[in-house]
């Protein structure tokens, strides 16, 4: 069991606020005239041409592969539908460099965009409107002086995905200029993406770091697993090319610590799945940034690692089994209520006594899948028996945006009984696109009874309130085990309001260690994390998880601070459990 939770809007990596070096918002100031091609129609777009007689003008700079700039397509799509008829001229541009003309056009028709998206191939305008990331919106009024710049709304920002905004700004702004009057608020924070400038045509060829000779390495070491096509990641960074177009996203999260994502405490090589850079493969990432990104030469480059087309496993699994049923998902959730859990069964009962060495959850629409978790329904039971308080101990698996597959070593398995069958719990949160989803596991067997048994237990609490304002509220839970257990990994779980997640270990003769200490708590990344190696814990020995909410204010991914919490499956609820995966000792 590994990394096993929730994530939002597929995977939104960190992406940070307005920092301090980003540039001031050119409020007040009258936009020059300015041609740019449209890739759908392959024909030039005029700014003064086709805004002549319009009472506003709202430019917004957008991204195909920006999960929180995609968010808002749909936002943006009914406000120009709704303001379109009085006077109002919408328009998109695409100023990031990783996006090619040919995924701007591919994008618009997708959506069906009912305005033009523009390529701003050097980031000309992007510059010229000092605009650092995407999604950012600017309102103009009939004369082209800016009168707004900023975040669409609340709703979607780095890690947040709302039931519906609070605030309303470019609307504000938007009716503001149509009836006449000031726009009480001209300027707030964009929220989303950097933007990546060009870098210089031909770097030094004496530079200390190259693509192809380091940072290439270190990509496919800590990054690629995620960040190719047909995985959890919004784009991929499989060539040069694409690493570039991200660079200066890239320097921002990689110097903050963001990415590769990590939020234990312990010391490096704890636990076997740590995914930090070391030291020097931050140095050598940041130098070929700051030396503009230099490729290096083609002799140097790292051989092209094998992936397996749709899987992780290592290898084809032996089985793969899907929902029975297809799901359809609406554009939007009703009500702000959000999207019910669905359970659907997957594949048929089994026959026989099965072993599970690996297994991977993988959905068919992934942009809207919020998480998946198997269960295994035993023999002659039901959906209720894997919905109680039990059931931590039925989890076989689960997806999460960026999770790895569970791939045990030989003598490790899982197992199933004859007559029993999977089910699969899903989250979804549509995204402005319907479609259809059969998500599937793919199962690896062992080839025969292992030597360990593994089996999984929730550590959880289900009875609390969190006050409304709060900043630090405290939630406990423990589970004592009466047999000696070696534990394997270990996986905390909280919402939007989780601050940290501790797992403490108190012996029978009363002594306390801490197992893990997680004190940055991310709803993104959920990770499990693998002692690398395994803990024996004595019988009558006792785990007790204890979990930090905060919910003021002055938590940024807060739904809602004036409201009590109390659990509950939809993310503006909250859940406080701790996972872990173990075997009888022996």
Request: hydrophobic fraction near 40%; proline fraction near 7%.
């Amino acid at each position: 069991m590994r990394r096993l939770g929730y994530c939002l809007l597929a995977m939104v990596y960190a992406m940070l606020p307005l920092s301090a070096g980003d540039a001031v918002a050119p409020v007040g100031t009258r936009v020059a005239d300015f041609t740019l091609p449209e890739p759908l129609t392959s024909k030039p777009w005029s700014l003064v041409e086709n805004t002549r007689d319009a009472k506003a003008t709202v430019i917004v700079f957008s991204s195909t592969t920006c999960p929180v700039a995609s968010a808002y397509t749909t936002r943006i799509i009914d406000m120009a539908k709704r303001y379109s008829p009085d006077g109002v001229v919408f328009v998109g541009i695409n100023s990031h460099s990783a996006d090619e003309p040919a995924d701007v056009a591919k994008a618009a028709k997708e959506w069906k965009l009912p305005f033009p998206v523009l390529k701003d191939d050097r980031t000309t305008i992007a510059d010229k409107l000092s605009v650092e990331r995407v999604p950012t919106a600017i309102v103009l009024d009939a004369t082209r002086t800016v009168r707004y710049f900023g975040r669409i709304d609340d709703q979607f920002s780095p890690g947040v995905h709302k039931a519906k905004q609070s605030t309303r700004e470019l609307a504000n702004a938007i009716e503001a200029v149509l009836e006449g009057q000031d726009v009480k608020v001209s300027h707030t924070t964009a929220m989303g993406c950097k933007l990546t400038r060009p870098k210089a045509e031909k770097p030094s060829d004496n530079a200390t770091y190259t693509y192809t000779k380091h940072v290439s390495r270190i990509i496919q070491a800590k990054c690629q697993e995620c960040h190719r096509p047909g995985e959890a990641a919004p784009f991929s960074l499989m060539t040069y090319k694409q690493t570039i177009g991200w660079a200066d996203m890239m320097r921002e999260v990689v110097a903050d610590d963001v990415m590769p994502p990590w939020h234990a405490d312990a010391a490096r090589g704890h636990f076997k799945n740590d995914r930090r850079l070391s030291d020097t493969e931050k140095k050598t990432i940041l130098g070929w940034i700051d030396n503009g990104c230099p490729e290096g030469d083609a002799k140097d480059a790292a051989a092209e690692p094998s992936y397996i087309d749709g899987w992780r496993l290592g290898r084809e699994p032996d089985a793969v089994l899907k929902m029975l049923k297809p799901i359809t998902i609406p554009a939007n959730a009703m009500f702000g209520l959000g999207f019910p859990y669905q359970y659907v069964m997957v594949g048929d009962v089994f026959e026989e006594e099965k072993w599970v060495q690996a297994i991977e959850v993988r959905p068919s629409y992934r942009a809207v899948v919020h998480h998946i978790l198997c269960f295994i329904i035993p023999p002659g039971g039901t959906i209720f028996d894997v919905a109680g308080g039990q059931f931590g101990t039925h989890l076989l698996g689960a997806f999460v945006p960026g999770d790895q597959p569970i791939i045990n070593p030989d003598g490790y398995a899982r197992r199933i009984a004859k007559g029993s069958r999977l089910v699969f719990e899903v989250h979804y949160t549509p995204n402005g696109r319907a479609g259809v989803d059969q998500s599937m596991i793919g199962i690896i067997y062992a080839k025969k009874p292992p030597k360990h048994e593994l089996f999984s237990t929730a550590i959880f609490n289900p009875k609390f309130v969190i006050p409304a304002g709060v900043a630090k509220h405290e939630v406990l839970s423990e589970q004592t085990f009466d047999k000696s257990v070696t534990l394997l990994s270990l996986t905390p779980h909280m919402h939007l309001r989780g601050k940290s997640f501790r797992y403490d270990l108190i012996t029978p003769d009363g002594k306390r260690e801490v197992l893990l200490n997680v004190p940055k708590y991310d709803f993104n990344w959920q990770a499990s994390y693998e002692f690398r190696e395994a803990r024996t814990i004595a019988a009558k020995s006792r785990i007790e998880c204890t979990a930090i909410y905060d919910n003021s204010k002055s938590n940024p991914f807060n739904p809602d601070p004036a409201s009590k919490v109390r659990w509950g499956t939809q993310t503006w609820n909250e859940m406080m459990i701790g996972f872990a995966m173990y075997h009888e000792a022996k």
